[in-house]
């Protein structure tokens, strides 16, 4: 399975102080998210790289289909290239997995796994099987049976990629699922994300920790001002950069854009999301 934008745009309006006026804001337009085309496909790791306002959450929300784009085009292709024309069939193969996603207090993460499983349809013995794998992959068994209001932030963002598997995705998008999590939690969703990509899934996730994104990922996409300034393994965006690490790649690219001596990339555009 793939997942494909093209010239992907959503645009906002906000409140700008108004130069004509002293004391007085105006509204007006942006983009938060400025023509992005991308592809991602089964079997790599794509790692969406940005600053806050960049637009990272803006692009994956559309991927994922919780937000309508202004402009352009999300589609699902299956393995023979074809496009997924049904809107129901083709959220089916996404599990999405947001940094501020709630789940049910008061129900254990097995209640909640199993109203999940029922929500998709799956048979009761469906269900068993499913839950029982998922917790054995997401490591749930020492407190599946707890309610989700007294776990750890760690257990917590275990059981919300848990809940991303339950109808077994192709397609995993995934918004800072690391983010203040300790070490041995952070780890477990890395090996996680390995595992899937392993086993010919699509993986897309935006993080914070270039140091994380340097190691994990196939391919960065990375994102500024709504446009797509760099695209490529870290290897070869360090190497065009002459750079050591993606935090200084990040840097140098960065400042390029803002100096307007980008060529092939695309140039970003005022806005932030």
Do not use: W
Not at 156 to 179: G, K, M, N, W
């Amino acid at each position: 399975m793939r997942i494909r934008a093209e010239q992907l745009c959503k645009k906002f309006n906000r409140m700008v102080a108004d130069g004509n006026r002293k004391g007085k804001s105006r509204q007006e337009e942006f983009y938060a998210v400025d023509h992005v085309c991308l592809e991602a496909k089964g079997g790599e790791i794509l790692g969406v790289l940005g600053p806050n306002g960049a637009g990272k959450t803006t692009l994956l929300r559309m991927l994922g289909r919780l937000m309508e784009p202004t402009q352009g085009q999300v589609s699902v292709l299956d393995d023979e290239g074809r496009i997924l024309t049904d809107e129901i069939e083709a959220k089916r193969h996404i599990g999405y997995l947001s940094e501020n996603t709630r789940l049910y207090k008061r129900l254990s993460v097995r209640e909640m796994l199993k109203t999940i499983a029922e929500i998709y349809g799956l048979s009761t013995e469906e269900q068993q099987e499913r839950i029982a794998r998922i917790a054995e992959v997401m490591k749930l068994q020492d407190f599946i049976d707890n309610r989700i209001e007294r776990l750890s932030t760690g257990q917590t963002q275990r059981a919300s990629i848990a809940r991303c598997l339950v109808h077994a995705p192709e397609i995993y998008i995934f918004d800072e699922p690391t983010l203040g999590l300790d070490i041995l939690s952070s780890e477990s969703i890395i090996e996680f994300m390995r595992g899937e990509r392993d086993r010919g899934r699509a993986v897309l996730y935006s993080t914070h920790y270039m140091e994380e994104a340097q190691y994990l990922c196939d391919r960065i996409l990375m994102i500024y001002r709504g446009g797509i300034i760099a695209d490529g393994t870290p290897e070869a965006l360090m190497n065009e950069t002459g750079t050591e690490n993606l935090r200084e790649t990040f840097r140098v690219l960065i400042d390029q854009t803002e100096q307007g001596l980008v060529s092939g990339r695309g140039t970003a555009k005022e806005g932030e999301a």
